[in-house]
């Protein structure tokens, strides 16, 4: 339903309900003619159609861009006029239906009580469709929020599939006259990994064993560049293939370790991958390697001007907001230890 819908169904339904309410009270109290009914069902049309005026007035004078001050000023304002023209609607409508009684209905506490009684229905209806404007502006933020976000991640995994591709075939490259056999092999391995990095690339989280087959496959193919240089260790907890992660993001990180502290090595290191479930059913990924991090060169050298661990942030904090963690750190002076909390059901964006 649209909102042009939306606003007549409940426009209807509300002031209509008005008028069921006062016509069965008042023939509970002191019974009521056909021609009283006919006169409550016209007050309530008009009080229907005295509110979408306002309505209109409101949105063709952008009232709610004004200052809070300026808008409870004018809001009030508004409200009175309408309820002293409502006054004088009743005093007509009593009229045209022959209901009006003079030495009653032109008392002074009469028509204080009915400017007093119109101007609460008409503040009710303005609070109600303030509130209606609030939720539907603040519905459409969200969305446009999203559709942003949604955006800035495809940008952000765009990123990576150019960068992981250049990473593989740099190694391929090493072998190839080195070792045609092992080239193949690897060159086998690269293609299953582009597969796979194509079949995922229009989602936002992936099961996290898809992922970790992928960085099964880089490792054995940076194995045979690295040779016994490379030790791998893997400690996975069967909780971690309950969890979806996003794609590629695991193989960043390993491929972070693996270009940073591996390769700056002359005997190499060790590669090790920890995932766990913690007491709040949230993922720990953690990936330790061989190396050393220099918080001075960090930003410059190992996030690769946004494709690296940068990238990696931005994607966790649009995916998950504040309920994610990254961080980086030395333990000791022989190893990096990269460290993520990834909460199970908490993704922002579908």
């Known amino acids: 339903m649209n909102r042009v819908r939306l606003y007549w169904v409940l426009q209807i ?149 150019p960068h992981f591709i250049f990473n593989a075939l740099n190694s391929v490259r090493a072998l190839v006259d080195e070792d045609p056999n092992k080239a193949k092999t690897a060159i086998t391995r690269i293609s299953n990994m582009l597969r796979f990095s194509l079949m995922m690339d229009k989602k936002q989280v992936i099961d996290f064993a898809d992922e970790l087959s992928t960085v099964k496959d880089y490792l054995a193919l940076e194995s045979i560049r690295f040779e016994e240089r490379l030790e791998v260790i893997y400690q996975i907890e069967d909780e971690a293939y309950s969890y979806k992660i996003p794609p590629m993001m695991l193989q960043t990180i390993v491929e972070n370790a693996i270009k940073h502290g591996i390769s700056n090595l002359v ?50 904090k649009l995916l998950y907001g504040e309920h994610a963690t990254f961080r980086i750190f030395n333990s000791g002076s022989q190893f990096v230890i990269t460290e993520i909390k990834i909460p199970k059901q908490r993704v922002t964006l579908d």
Not at 91 to 107: E, K, S, V
């Open 267 to 316: 005997k190499g290191g060790l590669i090790e991958i920890k995932c766990r479930e913690g007491l709040n059913e949230e993922l720990y990924i953690q990936v330790k390697n061989s190396g050393y991090l220099n918080p001075k060169h960090t930003k410059g050298k190992r996030e690769e001007g946004g494709h690296g661990l940068e990238n990696t942030k931005q994607r966790l």
């Open 13 to 161: 339904l509300g002031w209509g309900s008005f008028a069921f309410v006062n016509v069965f009270f008042a023939s509970l109290s002191e019974g009521i003619s056909m021609i009283q009914a006919w006169a409550f069902v016209a007050l309530a049309a008009y009080y229907l159609l005295s509110t979408h005026a306002f309505r209109h007035v409101v949105k063709s004078y952008e009232w709610f861009k004004l200052g809070i001050f300026r808008l409870l000023i004018q809001t009030i304002v508004a409200l009175l006029s309408l309820s002293v023209v409502n006054v004088f609607a009743q005093i007509l409508i009593n009229i045209a239906f022959g209901t009006l009684n003079p030495g009653q209905d032109f008392r002074a506490l009469v028509i204080a009580v009915n400017l007093f009684v119109s101007f609460l229905y008409y503040a009710f209806w303005f609070l109600l469709y303030f509130l209606f404007h609030f939720l539907d502006n603040y519905n459409n933020s969200l969305k446009y929020e999203a559709k942003i976000n949604e955006i800035r991640l495809n940008h952000l995994k765009s990123q990576l599939n």
